[in-house]
DNA sequence: CATATTTAGTTAGCTGGCTGATCTTTTAAT
DNA sequence: ATTAAAAGATCAGCCAGCTAACTAAATATG
């Protein structure tokens, strides 16, 4: 009875890789942000953070290059950081249009915190998956990445 | 000489299949954000939509569970739909706290704009999938999908 | 019947993304 | 040297999420 022929085109549609990803990534989202927020962090300056860790110092511009962010969302969480006495901002001798980013020592002591929180996040959650799901998401997800920041503009006109 | 020890920690954080998740989540959003926005919609709109195609005159209490948002979110959505005339909100007879939601005619018209948008989305940027990582993908991101709407509060005290 | 609790929605205010416009500084071109 | 173009950063304003706090209606409870 609830069969119909009319519920069809809806069922390819919640059925799209596309439909699915729009899901997880909203919840997915919403859990990274409670998570992060547990140690007094939001979720984007985690990955802010994470950039500096690896590389100190680094321009903005170099930071939304790595993050596949746009400039003001950037822009944003610096400002949000240096609030909180993570980072701070210096003007780059050379180049008077650049700020470099600099972790305080209290951004650097995050990174302990982060870890922590990190892992619970992948155990909490990913309990479930078992090892061939293990090996093959890492890849997978790679690719669906490199999809969506590569062949934004790929389509006809 | 750039391969020390130290860099060994944050190699295994953004190997971790959360980071992952978070990179390709931000991507496919704005991917989504702006292949919606071709056709007049924000990527929420569609989402809410899809639901009242598929069963109209749900109230917002029903939208806000079946797509695991909260309360104002789909409160605000709903203003912005109904401000473009996509759809109406009509307080509910038995019970004066529900409103509500039904389709316009225009929101019933948009339905084949928003599935040939969501079929250039799948095929677009999902054409590098091979035919097995389309079986498996969808089994993945389900899983994943419960998992972050599911067990949202499993952590230790 | 009166009061307390639950439920449905809204408002306010936050971060995370974006685009578009603006400003300053550099660099390129004439 | 002057002007034009490019690059780095910011500001304003938008939607998508959220939480917290609130109103109003319905239901329980006494």
Same mark, same amino acid.
């Given at each position: 009875?609830?069969?119909?022929?009319?519920?069809?085109?809806?069922?390819?549609?919640?059925?799209?890789?596309?439909? %699915?990803?729009? $899901?997880?990534?909203? &919840?997915?989202? @919403? #859990?990274?942000?409670?998570?992060? !927020? *547990?140690?007094?962090?939001?979720?984007?300056?985690?990955?802010?953070?994470?950039?500096?860790?690896?590389?100190?110092?680094?321009?903005?511009?170099? %930071?939304?290059? $790595?993050?596949?962010? &746009?400039?003001? @969302? #950037?822009?944003?969480?610096?400002? !949000? *950081?240096?609030?909180?006495?993570?980072?701070?901002?210096?003007?780059?001798?050379?180049?008077?249009?650049?700020?470099?980013?600099?972790?305080?020592?209290?951004?650097?002591?995050?990174?302990?915190?982060?870890?922590?929180?990190?892992?619970?996040?992948?155990?909490?959650?990913?309990?479930?998956?078992?090892?061939?799901?293990?090996?093959?998401?890492?890849?997978?997800?790679?690719?669906?990445?490199?999809?969506?920041?590569?062949?934004?503009?790929?389509?006809?006109?």
């Amino acid at each position: 009875m609830k069969l119909g022929a009319v519920m069809e085109e809806e069922i390819i549609f919640q059925k799209t890789i596309s439909y %699915l990803l729009a $899901r997880v990534t909203t &919840a997915y989202k @919403t #859990v990274l942000e409670r998570h992060m !927020g *547990l140690i007094g962090l939001h979720a984007g300056q985690v990955f802010l953070l994470l950039e500096l860790w690896h590389e100190d110092g680094l321009r903005q511009v170099d %930071l939304a290059r $790595r993050l596949s962010l &746009a400039a003001p @969302t #950037v822009s944003k969480m610096i400002k !949000g *950081l240096v609030e909180i006495n993570l980072v701070e901002i210096e003007r780059e001798d050379g180049d008077g249009r650049s700020t470099r980013v600099y972790l305080t020592d209290q951004g650097h002591a995050m990174r302990d915190d982060v870890n922590a929180q990190w892992l619970e996040l992948e155990t909490n959650y990913l309990a479930d998956l078992n090892e061939t799901e293990r090996l093959i998401l890492p890849e997978l997800l790679t690719k669906l990445r490199k999809a969506y920041t590569g062949a934004v503009d790929a389509e006809e006109d």
